[in-house]
């Protein structure tokens, strides 16, 4: 979902999430909504918002417990990074992800005249997001957003996506009954937040609504836009698996402050992953990253993933877009070796380690089981500390050093 990093909760709990499992459930009784909610009204009205759409918008509104607990759920797991990719890029998905680009080849290459943004590309992020469009959420986005928007934990943001909703709701692009979407209110094939959806979402069709629900121009048009105006590069790739040496400093790695041009990481001895020949463009500039660890895949990657990371923040996700666009036009799975045992870290765990950094003297941040960069630059200082390979990720070996050794 672009600007919006909360989404990510709903992906199958693939990366760890961002919200807190200490906060109780907070919809509070039905007269401080109504409350709440008149006095909303009248903030509406004063950013333009029309009787007639309040009124419709409001009748017989309440808030949904179920958004609240969705709100608060954290997944137990950090699923492991080919779990991840197993149910992102999975057999089924890539085969029908190809059947869909060849059958709307002609939208979509029109669409790439326009803004510059490839059809696989534009394909694999209606596959990640909805499914090609098999799953748009079934929760009335007034009525989720109206619940968050009173919820006091993100109130300030959620109001603005709740008056962007009814801007959407003013401006006809979709009916009320229609207008369904995740619990936090993403919407359409693309996912989009009504924000977002006011800033980008494109009448490609020329029917005079932009419809990102049932439209496939619009939904296609409306994600390239996005990723135009957010500063795609036309025609670029957006990484490529590489292999790295036996001895290599990892602290070049997982740092997109870091960028080198291909021809100086091949002089670090970085080469193609399956590939002798030396890199195309060899002045172009890429950062490295090691999403599972020094024991798993490795990508260089470029200006087009940073562009991706802007539509959902994970690196997961955006590793999973750019694996499913090379997937969608016949290149085959990554060359890296997968273990034969994956251990999935639960958050308790998380929790365990970053105790122990704390104890120890390095920084993790709180002790809340979220993998952040600050978590990820104390482990690095503590396996710097012990001479281990200093790559910053929470493997459950880490956690077996760490926490189960006396």
Request: aromatic share 10%; glycine share 8%.
């Given at each position: 979902m672009p600007c919006n990093y909360f989404r990510r909760l709903l992906l199958l709990a693939s990366v760890v999430c961002l919200f807190s499992l200490a906060a109780p459930l907070n919809v509070l009784a039905d007269d401080d909504f109504a409350t709440w909610l008149a006095a909303f009204q009248k903030e509406a009205r004063q950013a333009g918002i029309s009787e007639k759409t309040l009124a419709?918008?409001?009748a017989n509104l309440s808030p949904i417990p179920r958004v609240i607990e969705l709100d608060r759920k954290q997944p137990e797991f950090l699923m492991t990074f080919w779990r991840y990719l197993d149910v992102t890029v999975s057999a089924d998905r890539v085969e029908k992800g190809r059947r869909l680009l060849e059958e709307n080849k002609?939208?979509?290459r029109m669409i790439e005249r326009r803004y510059g943004v490839q059809p696989r590309f534009l394909v694999a992020f209606w596959g990640l997001e909805t499914n090609y469009g098999g799953n748009l959420g079934s929760f009335p986005v007034i009525g989720a957003l109206a619940t968050l928007a009173h919820?006091?934990?993100?109130?300030?943001?959620f109001r603005q996506e709740l008056l962007a909703a009814l801007r959407i709701l003013d401006e006809g692009s979709i009916p009320l009954e229609a207008m369904n979407g995740s619990w936090a209110g993403a919407m359409g094939q693309t996912q989009f937040m009504p924000s977002t959806f006011v800033r980008f979402a494109v009448d490609m069709d020329g029917d005079g609504r932009r419809d990102i629900w049932n439209s496939l121009p619009d939904v296609f048009a409306s994600a390239a836009n996005f990723l135009a105006s957010s500063g795609w590069s036309t025609g670029?790739?957006?990484?490529?698996?590489?292999?790295?040496?036996?001895?290599?400093?990892?602290?070049?790695?997982?740092?997109q402050k870091i960028t080198k041009t291909l021809d100086e990481w091949q002089a670090l001895g970085i080469r193609p992953r399956g590939d002798s020949h030396?890199?195309?463009?060899?002045?172009?500039?890429?950062?490295?990253i090691l999403p599972a660890g020094v024991s798993g895949p490795a990508f260089l990657i470029f200006q087009n993933f940073r562009i991706i990371l802007q539509w959902n923040r994970a690196t997961l996700y955006a590793v999973a877009i750019g694996h499913l666009a090379d997937r969608l036009t016949g290149m085959?799975?990554?060359?890296?070796?997968r273990p034969w045992s994956e251990e999935q870290l639960r958050r308790t765990q998380i929790e365990k380690i970053q105790q122990?950094?704390?104890?120890?003297?390095?920084?993790?941040?709180?002790?809340?089981?979220?993998?952040?960069?600050?978590?990820?630059?104390?482990?690095?200082?503590f396996q710097k500390n012990r001479q281990m390979p200093a790559d910053g990720y929470p493997s459950p070996e880490l956690f077996k050093i760490m926490v189960e050794t006396p």
């Amino acid at each position: 979902m672009p600007c919006n990093y909360f989404r990510r909760l709903l992906l199958l709990a693939s990366v760890v999430c961002l919200f807190s499992l200490a906060a109780p459930l907070n919809v509070l009784a039905d007269d401080d909504f109504a409350t709440w909610l008149a006095a909303f009204q009248k903030e509406a009205r004063q950013a333009g918002i029309s009787e007639k759409t309040l009124a419709t918008a409001f009748a017989n509104l309440s808030p949904i417990p179920r958004v609240i607990e969705l709100d608060r759920k954290q997944p137990e797991f950090l699923m492991t990074f080919w779990r991840y990719l197993d149910v992102t890029v999975s057999a089924d998905r890539v085969e029908k992800g190809r059947r869909l680009l060849e059958e709307n080849k002609d939208l979509l290459r029109m669409i790439e005249r326009r803004y510059g943004v490839q059809p696989r590309f534009l394909v694999a992020f209606w596959g990640l997001e909805t499914n090609y469009g098999g799953n748009l959420g079934s929760f009335p986005v007034i009525g989720a957003l109206a619940t968050l928007a009173h919820d006091p934990r993100r109130s300030d943001f959620f109001r603005q996506e709740l008056l962007a909703a009814l801007r959407i709701l003013d401006e006809g692009s979709i009916p009320l009954e229609a207008m369904n979407g995740s619990w936090a209110g993403a919407m359409g094939q693309t996912q989009f937040m009504p924000s977002t959806f006011v800033r980008f979402a494109v009448d490609m069709d020329g029917d005079g609504r932009r419809d990102i629900w049932n439209s496939l121009p619009d939904v296609f048009a409306s994600a390239a836009n996005f990723l135009a105006s957010s500063g795609w590069s036309t025609g670029g790739d957006w990484g490529c698996e590489v292999q790295l040496p036996a001895t290599f400093n990892l602290d070049l790695a997982d740092d997109q402050k870091i960028t080198k041009t291909l021809d100086e990481w091949q002089a670090l001895g970085i080469r193609p992953r399956g590939d002798s020949h030396p890199f195309p463009d060899p002045q172009r500039k890429a950062a490295l990253i090691l999403p599972a660890g020094v024991s798993g895949p490795a990508f260089l990657i470029f200006q087009n993933f940073r562009i991706i990371l802007q539509w959902n923040r994970a690196t997961l996700y955006a590793v999973a877009i750019g694996h499913l666009a090379d997937r969608l036009t016949g290149m085959g799975p990554l060359l890296a070796p997968r273990p034969w045992s994956e251990e999935q870290l639960r958050r308790t765990q998380i929790e365990k380690i970053q105790q122990t950094l704390t104890d120890l003297g390095f920084d993790p941040g709180p002790a809340d089981g979220i993998f952040g960069t600050k978590t990820r630059m104390a482990i690095k200082a503590f396996q710097k500390n012990r001479q281990m390979p200093a790559d910053g990720y929470p493997s459950p070996e880490l956690f077996k050093i760490m926490v189960e050794t006396p």
